[in-house]
């Protein structure tokens, strides 16, 4: 069909669209396609959410957050919490291809990286070090810790979750009614109906050291099952990773719904329990049908690129 091969990535990433694209123009297979799409942004440090350089934890250090899976065999590979190394969808896919594990994490997963031949590297830049100072000298309390008793002097300032930016700092889309953490999400379906999603985040602003969101969870950060299609989140996902969101996506799918039906109801879901919830899903069939829901935000941009449409595309739905 027109519809195959297609590749669909969360948000206005369009180059990172383009060079899975690429890929599967020049021959490359799916699992190949993911990576380079992904990696793109980790180069490109999309949004500063992606990649080296953004979203340092509360102790100042940027880890990523990866996985990928592959429909065909369901095997996946993933890394979280990784450190000093940028490319953290090319570890994840070591750990598919070379070990009989899922997920590593923390330093070990570094350690397994830089055994792979991957380049240690500092991830800090002197934006993820501004960031972090800035947070630090408004006395922020720690953002994601329960029961401390509110800083009487001030908030949390710029950084703090869906807060307009009080500041004369020129705000950037991700100051206001997005989340302070994007995320590349990607599922790519080739024209033989092979499906493998991936996903590739620095997680959230001033996180506790340790934290793991759900874009190395398969289930909760995405997932890719050849026999009915794929599906990838962003967003809040202490709260996704309880609601395995794309995980639910492909089981509606695989129950009749179209993606976009199968992304508002998973989405549908989460709102149930969590109704402030921020976040968004894209969704695919394994015959190239694309959808997208979203919460929590006035709108989620997704890019999207098949042989029917050309080129590279975004696509906004609204929340
Ligand atoms: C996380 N879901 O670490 C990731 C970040 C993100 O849009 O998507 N953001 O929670």
Redesign the pocket.
């Known amino acids: 069909t027109d519809l195959l091969p297609v590749v669909i990535n969360t948000w206005a990433f369009t180059n990172a669209t383009q060079s899975a694209w690429q890929v599967l123009q020049s021959g490359g297979s799916v699992l190949d396609a993911v990576v380079a799409g992904c990696g793109q942004c980790e180069v490109d440090q999309c949004d500063g959410?992606v990649g080296y350089g953004g979203s340092p934890d509360e102790s100042g250090e940027t880890t990523l957050?990866a996985m990928i899976m592959d429909g065909q065999t369901l095997s996946v590979g993933a890394v979280s919490a990784l450190k000093r190394v940028k490319n953290a969808i090319g570890v994840a896919r070591a750990v598919m291809d070379y070990t009989t594990h899922t997920l590593l994490a923390g330093e070990s997963a570094t350690q397994f990286a830089i055994g792979m031949g991957f380049k240690e590297e500092d991830l800090h830049t002197n934006r993820s070090i501004n960031i972090w100072k800035q947070w630090k000298n408004n006395h922020c309390q720690p953002n994601y810790r329960k029961n401390v008793s509110p800083n009487p002097r001030k908030s949390c300032g710029p950084y703090k979750r869906n807060k307009v930016i009080q500041n004369d700092r020129i705000p950037s889309s991700r100051d206001i009614g997005r989340?302070n953490?994007?995320?590349i999400g990607m599922v790519v379906v080739d024209k033989n109906r092979k499906v493998v999603s991936g996903t590739s985040?620095n997680?959230?602003n001033h996180k506790v050291p340790g934290r793991v969101?759900?874009?190395p969870i398969a289930g909760a950060?995405s997932y890719a099952d050849s026999d009915v299609g794929g599906a990838a989140?962003?967003?809040?996902?202490?709260v996704?990773m309880r609601l395995l969101p794309s995980y639910q996506a492909v089981e509606f799918m695989r129950n009749g719904d179209s993606p976009s039906l199968a992304a508002a109801k998973s989405i549908q879901r989460i709102i149930h329990h969590y109704p402030n919830f921020s976040?968004a899903l894209i969704a695919v069939s394994k015959d190239g049908q694309v959808g997208a829901a979203c919460n929590g935000i006035p709108a989620f941009p997704y890019s999207v690129i098949n042989p029917k449409l050309q080129k590279v595309t975004v696509v906004s739905v609204k929340c």
């Open positions: 959410t957050d989340f953490h994007d995320t985040t997680g959230m969101g759900d874009s950060g989140a962003t967003g809040d996902g202490d996704m976040g």
